[in-house]
């Protein structure tokens, strides 16, 4: 494919990216790490207004049938802006294991109000520090899952999950509507994550793969939620870069600029070295989904835009200064989220170790 | 840090001796791939290698602070001590498990330099760092007993006339401990090559005077055996703490070396009509790594204190041999940075000793197996291996 947007996306990169700029607020965000339990309703609406949230799913389901490098832009101007709703992401994990499970019964079902908004989607796979159990503990048995599911991202509020779970026959990936669910809210760095533990007592559940094909497909949902979360790690990371920019620029240290000052400037480029490194393997990751290189491009994909966002985060606080960790100037929003994220969709060492996989051909 | 006039004055004699071994001989000895035997005889004949042995066999006794002190100034003076390091240290198994015989036998001629004691024949091409997996085999027969296999990294092979050798003498699944089964013996090289041994140079990217050493039926006198048998393990792990608390003083004085390189260059070389060391980008590289090599200095003198005292100083001498190796290795890097292109060319010593720091977060044990050791023994986390 060419390393080029064509017009359609970069349509989608520039009014994302405007609309966000004109509503997201940062006293918002500020506020919004002060309670457990909310996200920011006006991201959320405009993303359903905008018709993201409907961007990946089919149009015979009410989508518009686009796929990962749209929705990975769309994710890059929410990344720039921190903005506060978990959803998009959990919600395309959901839509691809709908369609890819082949089940036309729960895809007519749900996929539609997936497009609609009307329906937000998580993704419990996790246990632990474990993204991926080999034997997850939630067990599938008679239609019904049973277990725990701790810190599921969006998980207060949203309706439908898709559950990693150990069935008869090995692992399973059900769906399950998470109202008849206990959710146990969790306070935490990032709270408009929405992170809840989840507890299945009983929860009538439907399987979409099981044994091998689960874990093939548990991987593939995995890897392109790490790809959307890679493109918002990239966009995070390159709002710190302008951010540190403007204020080496503008702020006077012994009579001159600090950005005059090889070791903040030269700091600055090294950011800026990590940004594009991420923003190509994104642009790659995107673009070959579906083909047999995907894992190891989502896998590069994640491990550069964790490092870039990290680092960035790092440095952009580090060049303010004083400044740099106050409440209102805001970058610990991104310093947060940096981390909310490099935890979602697992962490360095799984996506190390599935590359190390991948191109060893061996088990890590 | 003050020091004791007697370690500034062991400073001072070190320095002046390797004066008269400028950048022209190493240069010398690199492009011929020849020993530094001069280096090694003035070394000896003013009494440096023989710091460790006590004054009764001939040596002057010194603690294993000052020691590390002798090293450190050899490589901060831009010379080599590989060449000669291991004649100070590998005599510690014999000193400490010799018998009194053994050690009237030997250690006079190790002080005074007429006997070297430079080859230690511990690793194998199929056990590295898993040194009890090693299957060099000496087998008792009458009097003596007979040694089969190969050892490899056998450093200074050729420039020694004895050789501290690990094998095992009872098979491993036949031992109560796992660490039990191996012995140590002092073979006398003079003897063995061209009846049993064999000597093969490995060519390496410095010039390091590296051997792979084959046994094929070795016989050697029961005499040769240190301590008991079975214990050898045990023996030699003393003896490895005092040679990485050494090892890691030389990484201090080439961390030394090559920010005094660095400082110089980059005070004298100008570009856009200024010193480059007046350019953050560069000054800041160098401060860097003389804060981290004086951190590193720190641990070594802590580990070589512990030594001294009598105490187990197996995490500091871990730790210093690590954070030394990695602060001499990233001032080798800094300083070829600071030099650009003629940190490439010969004449500045430079990319000479760049190819000489990089042996040491490798050898002589690796830093994996010093974050393994810990990990699990200082901090109780589970083996990892």
Not at chain 1, 270 to 296: K, P, S
């Amino acid at each position: 494919m060419s390393i080029l947007y064509d017009e359609g996306q970069q349509a989608i990169a520039t009014e994302s990216r405007r609309v966000l700029d004109a509503r997201v607020a940062k006293d918002r965000l500020l506020k919004l790490l002060e309670q457990v339990g909310e996200h920011d309703a006006t991201f959320w609406d405009t993303a359903v207004e905008q018709g993201w949230t409907a961007l990946a799913v089919p149009e015979e389901h009410g989508g518009l049938g686009l796929g990962l490098v749209e929705l990975g832009l769309v994710a890059q101007a929410s990344g720039a802006a921190t903005a506060g709703a978990p959803f998009l992401t959990p919600g395309y994990g959901v839509t691809h294991a709908l369609v890819a499970a082949g089940n036309a019964d729960l895809a007519a079902k749900y996929l539609p109000q997936i497009a609609s908004g009307d329906v937000r989607g998580a993704v419990a796979f996790a246990e632990g520090t474990d993204i991926l159990p080999a034997t997850p503990a939630t067990k599938f048995a008679d239609g019904k899952l049973t277990g725990s599911k701790p810190a599921v991202p969006g998980a207060i509020k949203a309706e439908l999950a898709l559950v990693w779970a150990s069935g008869a026959n090995g692992p399973v990936l059900a769906i399950a509507e998470l109202a008849g669910a206990e959710r146990k809210p969790v306070s935490s760095f990032d709270n408009s994550r929405l992170y809840a533990d989840l507890t299945f007592a009983g929860t009538p559940a439907t399987i979409l793969a099981e044994g091998a094909a689960a874990l093939d497909l548990a991987r593939e949902v995995l890897a392109r939620m790490a790809v959307v979360t890679a493109h918002e790690q990239v966009g995070g990371s390159e709002a710190l870069l302008h951010i540190a920019r403007d204020y080496a620029v503008m702020r006077k240290a012994f009579g001159q600029p600090i950005g005059a000052f090889q070791s903040v400037k030269h700091r600055i480029a090294e950011m800026y070295g990590l940004v594009e490194i991420a923003r190509a393997n994104c642009i790659h990751a995107a673009a070959v989904a579906g083909t047999d290189e995907f894992l190891v491009a989502a896998a590069d994909a994640r491990l550069t835009a964790t490092e870039a966002y990290d680092t960035c985060a790092r440095d952009c606080v580090q060049i303010h200064g004083g400044i740099g960790v106050t409440w209102e100037q805001g970058l610990h929003l991104h310093m947060r989220r940096a981390r909310s994220l490099a935890i979602e969709q697992g962490n360095l060492l799984f996506w190390e170790d599935l590359l190390v996989e991948k191109l060893t051909g061996e088990a890590a | 840090m003050t020091e004791s006039e007697d370690i500034a004055e062991i400073r001072r004699a070190v320095q002046a001796l390797c004066a008269e071994f400028p950048g022209e001989y190493w240069r010398e000895k690199d492009r011929t791939r020849d020993y530094p035997g001069e280096f090694v005889d003035a070394l000896t004949q003013a009494g440096f290698l023989a710091a460790l042995i006590p004054a009764e066999y001939g040596g002057s006794g010194l603690k294993l602070d000052a020691a590390a002190v002798i090293m450190e100034e050899i490589q901060a003076a831009g010379c080599n001590g590989a060449s000669a390091h291991a004649q100070m240290y590998i005599m510690n198994t014999l000193l400490k498990y010799g018998s009194e015989q053994q050690k009237r036998a030997y250690l006079p001629g190790i002080a005074d330099g007429s006997l070297r004691l430079q080859a230690f024949g511990v690793s194998e091409p199929t056990s590295g760092t898993d040194t009890l997996s090693l299957r060099t085999v000496a087998v008792r027969d009458g009097d003596e007993y007979v040694v089969n296999g190969q050892k490899i990294w056998t450093s200074r092979a050729e420039h020694s006339d004895l050789m501290l050798l690990l094998a095992r003498t009872t098979p491993r699944e036949q031992v109560a401990k796992k660490t039990e089964g191996l012995s140590i013996f002092l073979v006398d090289m003079r003897q063995a090559v061209g009846s049993g041994m064999t000597i093969k140079p490995i060519r390496t990217m410095m010039n390091h005077s590296t051997t792979e050493v084959f046994f094929d039926d070795l016989r050697i006198p029961a005499s040769s055996l240190i301590g008991e048998e079975g214990q050898g393990f045990r023996y030699i792990l003393s003896g490895m703490n005092a040679e990485r608390i050494l090892i890691a003083a030389e990484c201090i004085g080439d961390a030394k070396w090559f920010i005094q390189k660095a400082s110089d260059y980059a005070k004298e070389r100008k570009v856009f009509n200024r010193p480059i060391g007046q350019n953050q980008g560069v000054q800041f590289p160098i401060a860097r790594c003389y804060a981290q090599m004086r951190a590193a200095e720190l641990m070594v003198h802590h580990a070589a204190s512990v030594y001294d005292s009598g105490g187990n100083p197996g995490a500091e001498a871990n730790m210093a041999k690590m954070l030394a190796s990695e602060a001499s290795w990233a001032a080798a890097d800094m300083c070829v940075q600071t030099f650009g292109g003629f940190g490439f060319a010969e004449e500045y010593d430079v990319e000479r000793k760049f190819r000489e720091a990089r042996l040491y977060t490798v050898a002589p044990i690796s830093t994996n197996l010093i974050l393994s050791y810990l990990a699990e023994h200082v901090l109780g986390l589970p083996r990892s291996y």
